[in-house]
């Protein structure tokens, strides 16, 4: 007799559908496949009879048609006669330039109040403590108003900086604080090398000359050291590097300014305005303090959550190897820290990338107020315009997110 | 030799000396300072640097909370009255508190949204606080109707038919309780949708007519000030947290769609800025409606916002879950419990735990964007500062409105956190 070990076969029923663990998840998923669908269409089919009923159709034709308005920052070339796509560039660039700015000061900020507020110094600790917990509780959209209103109403105009015994005088000779914006020294060349043309856009090649020179200055620094390490490693003696380094770092690129005739224009009062040296408008000046200042309150946290999270025997153990306290912090401390500040503070940089779109509010001309209000109130684009500026925001946020992804997969735990 | 010993060893002592003071650098006020401000140069000038810092803040800041004014009518009266000397002019927040915090809405009517926001106060106890008495539960699952009522107006009927939709599938709910708890939700949603699309407001109308019972009406247009933020900041509080939980489970589900779409969704709404949604709730949502409908532009903004936060609430929640360990799951699994029943008492208990910091600040950031409604034409605090700096009469005055604002706000996020620190250490329940 054959024993029949499986479970009692039965025959399939509409019921096991429902009731079948095996079976249910398919119903379910096919019941919301047709809900999907069904809700899809419906808003499809509303928007093509709203469209229609509008006399609209669905064209990207608009990005190419001259665009009429002026944007008072540009990157790159622009005035009313290009493109609204061309604008919407500009807009992008202006975004991403904030950003950049905001997040590299607001990490500046954050790691000081962090780890200032971990010191054993009461009073400093607590300074940090009123700062953090400031600035985090008040909505960005306040720090970046008050910053503007500040900036434009108690700075003095430039006409103040005149005369023999002027109300207001520039800082170091060289800064301009007006209720215009803050001129700064900017680069001059005076054998230049000229710009080139790449895609409409006319990059400096001083500038992108004086970046290559850096970066290879750097990448040879790195070679130095590595090869540093290797004899460190093979002999127990680490060659001298320190001199070597200076030289790699410091000559090539003091070479570089000085056969390009590199000096500082210098900002100067003339007519009823500053010229020369570069200009950061108000509206700028307000979205980069504004966020950096909101968003160090964040960061702080992070940063101090991160050192926080290290247990104290790392710090023990290393001492009880011999381990200086400098090179503890640098070698044990700072790697493990790192790993679990960098995922927060990458998700901070995303925060500020996104909340760059509140330049609306001091008249900052980033990608939304490009592409999102002027060009979708000139051409009465609306859906085209809000899909677009949604995709390129969403662009950058993904990569920024994938960047964070190849960090995190790097530095995590090689676990077993 | 040992009886010579008393003679050799002349004294010895048989009592305890005295405990001797420690060095007067070891002790009290001064070792606390040695410590604590000047532990190495470093922190000597950290302090300095500190005091100074603060000095400096006060001298300056001293002179201009002593000479405020507070009886003036325009910021020239303000000046007038300082004669010269610095000081702050919070006749500003005087004049416009009202403007400040209802708005436009009219003056007779305030005792509503004062209404609505103690009923509030007496709804969220039960839930936040184990102290009050859980009957106040009912009031709680109550409140939302009398709070839309009381602020909106209008005749009761219209919530009551809202409410009405609720009982319905919560009948279909019994009544289908031989099928399963698939059919069950499913007939249960089914019906409340009916009612709510076909017959709600052929029945509101009805009964508007035959029993106008009601309130005086409301518009939306005339809501502004900090009631606006509370009243989104709230509705999306409290929609988020269950749509979040939800969107969560989608995420971690096993069925390839369910999790396809909540991912999409998530990072779709996590990937561009809350102010591109909010303009979609303006200019776009008119697209995707059938031609002619036209919904009140508050209701928009709360769906809005709710989205928002359910996606960041949904991945603060997965974060909870994913840090559960697996023999949770399994021991569920074990017991026999069925999926909701697994995730309403093993999982979730344990997963919301977790990430109470995280739906916490989820909760701070979303009562902070509430200010961005000041861009699609809502007049939030400060939509309604901007247009009070804007009249002749307060022209270039700023720091007056924004502290005021700015305190306001910190007051309640300032709350939120504290709060869940206690509800953190309330349901601590590992020993450490």
Redesign the interface.
Known sequence: MAMDSGAPQRSFTLGMLLYDTRYRSYTIQIFALILLMLGAAWLVDNTIRNLAALGKDFSFDFLWSTSGYDISQRPIEYDSTYTHGRAAIVGLLNTLILAVMACATATVIGVIAGVLRLSKNWIVAKLMTIYVETFRNVPVLIWIIVVSAVMSESMPAPRDFRGDTPAASMVFDAVAITNRGVYVPGPLFDNSLGSFNFLGVQPSLDIIAVIAVIALSIWANVLLLRHAAKVQNATGIRPKTWWKSILILLAPITILLFALGFHLDYPELRGFNFQGGIQMRNSLLAMWLGLSIYTGAFIAEIVRAGILAINKGQTEAAFALGVQPSKTMRLVILPQALRVIVPPLISQYLNITKNTSLGLAVGYMDLRSTLGGITINQTGRELEGMMLMMLIYLVVSLAISTAMNIYNNRVRLKER | MSDTHAQTVPFVRDTMLPEAEPPASEMGATKWVR???F?GWV?AI??LL??A??AFLVYELFPWFANSVWNANSLTECREILDGATGACWAVIRVNWLQLIFGFYPPELYWRPILAFVLLLVAVAPVLFPAAPKNLLYFSAVYPFIGVWLLWGGPIWGVLVAAMGFVIGYLVLRLLSAF?A??QTGGAVIAALIWWIFFAGMVIDTLSTALPIGIEAVPSREFGGFMISIVIGVSGIALSLPLGILLALGRQS?????KG?SVVFI??I???????LL??AS??L??????GTNFDLILRVIIMVTLFATAYMAEVIRGGLAALPRGQYEGADALGLDYWKAQRLIIMPQALKISIPGIVNTF?GLF??T??V??IGLLDP?GRA?AIRATSDWQ?I??EL?IF??AI??VF??SM?RYSMYLERRLQTDHR
């Open positions: 410590e604590n401000l532990n922190s950290l302090t500190s005091i810092a603060v399963g698939l059919i096993n069925m390839p769609l369910i779409v990072e779709f996590r990937g561009v800025p809350l102010i591109t303009f979609t200019l776009l008119n697209y995707f409606l059938p031609p701070i902070k964007d200010t961005l000041v861009f400060i901007s270039g700023y720091w924004f604002i700015g706000f910190w996020c300032f956190s």
